[in-house]
């Protein structure tokens, strides 16, 4: 089973669009959630994380929007570049856990 | 140096083999994680070493053995594999291997059984 759900599967904008991606959870007990970027030949890497005692949090061009209520997480790119071009995974943990579970990842092309 | 680095960087093996992967980390981190990646999905939780010791298995099969011999170092032995294990095998270290911690993920072994 699926513990988060991320869309779109891919993604293609043009040089300083705003691309969006989009997860969703059901476990309540969720309460860390970390955005990882990976580019071709590359491991993941931790971009932005967001806790759900804030909506919003932005580092950079990059801004995590988060919806206790509706067990929803976004992540825009604002004024996006040809080098953001990436595959973007949203996931989500028990702070005290031991684990993440990775939403299906979204990638991104940005068109110059 | 928030660096975990991955050895080798492919490796191509028949389904008789035996290898290893190898990683290691100098960020003084107590837990260590493998991970399995296909294209185009997310990685996999394979296996947790928190403090050396092997906390999570994701019953994985047998045929892959993971050791960790000190806190820096994570093995993983490879032995009669099959074709559908070829993927990108990560590994990744994190402070304590809490949920809420950033995970620093090596750069992964490219891995293809004929």
């Known amino acids: 089973q699926q513990q988060v759900k991320q869309s779109p599967q891919s993604l293609i904008v043009q040089k300083g669009g705003i691309p969006i991606i989009n997860c969703a959870y059901e476990?309540?007990?969720?309460?860390?959630f970390p955005w990882y970027q990976q580019f071709p030949g590359k491991g993941p890497a931790l971009l932005i994380a967001?806790?759900?005692?804030?909506s919003e949090k932005k580092e950079g061009r990059f801004t995590i929007s988060f919806n206790k209520s509706a067990k929803q997480f976004s992540l825009h790119i604002m004024d996006s570049q040809p080098g953001d071009s990436a595959t973007y995974f949203c996931a989500a943990s028990i702070w005290t856990g031991n684990q993440f579970y990775f939403g299906t990842g979204t990638s991104l092309t940005v068109i110059p | 140096d928030t660096e975990v680095t991955q050895t080798p960087k492919h490796l191509v093996m028949g389904m008789t083999n035996k290898k290893s992967l190898k990683c290691e980390q100098h960020?003084?981190?107590?837990?260590m994680y493998w991970y399995k990646q296909k294209a185009k999905k997310p990685p996999e939780l394979m296996f947790v070493?928190?403090?050396?010791?092997?906390?999570i298995n994701e019953s994985v099969p047998s045929r892959f053995s993971p050791e960790c011999p000190n806190s820096s170092l994570l093995n993983l032995h490879l032995h009669a594999l099959q074709p559908e294990d070829s993927a990108l095998y990560l590994c990744?270290?994190?402070?304590?291997?809490?949920?809420?911690?950033?995970?620093?993920f090596g750069p992964g072994t490219r891995l293809l059984v004929l």
């Open positions: 967001i806790r759900p005692d804030v």
């Open positions: 070493y928190s403090y050396e010791k092997l906390s």
């Open positions: 990744a270290s994190s402070q304590e291997g809490q949920g809420g911690e950033t995970q620093y």
């Open positions: 960020m003084g981190h107590r837990a």
């Open positions: 476990n309540t007990a969720f309460d860390y």
